[in-house]
């Protein structure tokens, strides 16, 4: 058996593993690739133990590990797993980055805006999870202050605040951040609490304007026509039609509200309920229009 041991010089490392010169005399130089030994005339030389560890080495630079972690995996400090998951944290995190980034630079090209827009937009993409979250969170918070949200209302709150931990479509997370800050839309929220539940027992109004009223906005009937009365007598029973159940569509009928669920939805992935408003607000004409005048008239007096 031969006990001869090849060996070779950095240039026949490079033309072996196709790494230039240079970056193997850096790694050598930095301690990572230690020479086997060296020749009469001073030139380093590997074994094939050492060109293993160059291949190690070029693997870990390639996935963008860094020298410093690179040399705890070859003194056996860390694992190459221990390294590998931290590694994999610091892409994840640039990835989620990237697609933030991604996300603005579509919603610019495509939507355009001011200055003032764009910066604030790139902004609240910025924004860690934990800092969108505290924005609904004090939204919820400040909008529902000093009310008592038992049974439903709590719940409604409640969901208010579901935000998944990545931010999705940005476009969608700068819409709800919009909204959230908009005192007028705070104020109709806290008049929407203080209505309390719908004032006619029985079916719901919303499930009963989308079977009933989506149809006729399709065919175009006219809320305050015969046929528009013969659909509000399936929806609503006539001595149900007072001022107060008015009031109450009045005030819960809002596109915004509408627009913050939808904006929840997509940014938990979820699928986003049919628009209830325009069907709302098509009852609310036929009431009007088929309300006894007295009873119209009472309710402006009280408004």
């Known amino acids: 058996m031969s006990d001869h041991v090849e060996l070779y010089t950095i240039g026949e490392l490079a033309r072996r593993t196709g790494l230039p010169v240079r970056t193997i005399r850096f790694w050598s130089d930095s301690g990572i690739l230690p020479p086997t030994g060296r020749t009469a005339g001073g030139y380093r030389l590997y074994d094939e133990a050492a060109a293993a560890r160059l ?9 963008g590990i860094g020298l410093a972690a690179v040399q705890d995996v070859l003194s056996r ?12 944290r610091a892409v994840d995190a640039e990835i989620r980055a990237l697609r933030m980034r991604r996300a603005v630079l579509s919603v610019i090209a495509e939507q355009g805006g001011t200055t003032e827009e764009t910066l604030m937009m790139h902004e609240l993409a910025r924004l860690s999870a934990a800092q969108r979250q505290q924005i609904v969170d004090e939204f919820v918070e400040g909008t529902f202050a000093g009310l008592d949200l038992d049974g439903d209302a709590g719940i409604v709150a409640e969901w208010m ?10 476009d969608a997370w700068v ?8 005192a007028a839309f705070r104020r109709r929220l806290r008049e929407i609490a203080l209505a309390g539940p719908q004032p006619a027992p029985g079916r719901d109004l919303r499930a009963a304007a989308l079977e009933h009223v989506r149809p ?8 305050e026509s015969a046929e528009g009365l013969r659909i509000l007598d399936r929806i609503v029973d006539g001595p149900q ?25 997509t940014l938990n992935g979820r699928e986003t309920a049919p628009p209830a408003v325009p069907a709302l607000q098509w009852l609310i004409a036929a009431l009007r229009a088929h309300s006894r005048p007295a009873e119209v008239s009472g309710r402006r007096e009280g408004t």
């Open 55 to 63: 291949e190690l080495v070029r693997m870990l630079r390639d996935l």
């Open 77 to 88: 400090q860390v694992t190459v797993a221990e390294v590998a998951r931290v590694h994999l």
């Open 161 to 170: 605040r579901e935000l998944p931990d990545e931010p999705g479509r940005v």
């Open 175 to 182: 819409e709800l951040a919009g909204l959230t800050t908009d």
């Open 216 to 223: 006729a906005l399709a065919d175009q009937v006219a809320p």
């Open 241 to 265: 039609r007072g001022p107060e159940l008015l009031a109450w569509l009045e005030t819960v009928a809002d596109a915004r509200v509408e627009r913050y669920w939808e904006l929840i939805a």
